[in-house]
T-cell receptor, first 112, second 119 residues
Framework: KQEVTQIPAALSVPEGENLVLNCSFTDSAIYNLQWFRQDPGKGLTSLLLIQSSQREQTSGRLNASLDKSSGRSTLYIAASQPGDSATYLCAVGTGANSKLTFGKGITLSVRP | GAVVSQHPSWVICKSGTSVKIECRSLDFQATTMFWYRQFPKQSLMLMATSNEGSKATYEQGVEKDKFLINHASLTLSTLTVTSAHPEDSSFYIC???????????????FGNGTRLTVT
């Protein structure tokens, strides 16, 4: 059974700092890995999707990497801003329909 | 971009009543939609996979008679919580994958969720 872990559960940084969010998973037989952002009481916004054959994806100030063999992914956020404050969820797609298994998320707070 | 609309965004109901939640794909057809449940400070747990024109596939431990799923068209899936109890209070989120966006490697698009409170 796939398990996804995100540690720490919460993180507080000053504005402007570059930061890395970590994600690990137990079963390397994945189709893809996806990073999401969730604001309080809201649904999920897809940030980046990395296919199993890829090593990284970039979108603006975000860069996500994937090391499938070691079961790890990182989300790099450059020059963090208060508007980046949210919960960031990592999810891996496996099995039929590439169903997603989610981590518990990392709640990020960027202080002005 | 692809949009998934979920309605209602919140609902309060009395114990024993049923509640229906709708999930619509607004600009694409989705043969498959997914229903998740999220408890506070917990990860999203997949409840079931909704298949257009056929029965839903439920995850282990999810009561199919309690959580009725209907996927009657390519743009609409509904989740009905039957005979709701306070322990059913949770955040329910649906998602769909745009089939034209790369198969299993296209990103899942999520609705804004429904906050259900059963009193």
């Amino acid at each position: 059974k796939q398990e996804v872990t995100q540690i720490p559960a919460a993180l507080s940084v000053p504005e402007g700092e570059n930061l890395v969010l970590n994600c690990s998973f137990t079963d390397s037989a994945i189709y893809n890995l996806q990073w999401f952002r969730q604001d309080p009481g809201k649904g999920l916004t897809s940030l980046l999707l990395i296919q199993s054959s890829q090593r990284e994806q970039t979108s603006g100030r975000l860069n996500a990497s994937l090391d499938k063999s070691s079961g790890r992914s990182t989300l790099y956020i450059a020059a963090s801003q208060p508007g980046d404050s949210a919960t960031y969820l990592c999810a891996v797609g496996t099995g039929a329909n590439s169903k997603l298994t989610f981590g518990k998320g990392i709640t990020l707070s960027v202080r002005p | 971009g692809a949009v998934v609309s979920q309605h209602p965004s919140w609902v309060i109901c009395k114990s024993g009543t049923s509640v229906k939640i709708e999930c619509r794909s607004l600009d694409f057809q989705a043969t498959t939609m997914f229903w998740y449940r999220q408890f506070p400070k917990q990860s999203l747990m997949l409840m079931a996979t909704s298949n257009e024109g056929s029965k839903a596939t439920y995850e282990q431990g999810v009561e199919k008679d309690k959580f009725l799923i209907n996927h009657a068209s390519l743009t609409l899936s509904t989740l009905t919580v039957t005979s709701a109890h306070p322990e059913d209070s949770s955040f329910y989120i649906c998602s769909a994958r745009d089939p034209g966006g790369g198969g299993y490697n296209s990103p899942l698009h999520f609705g804004n969720g429904t906050r259900l409170t059963v009193t």
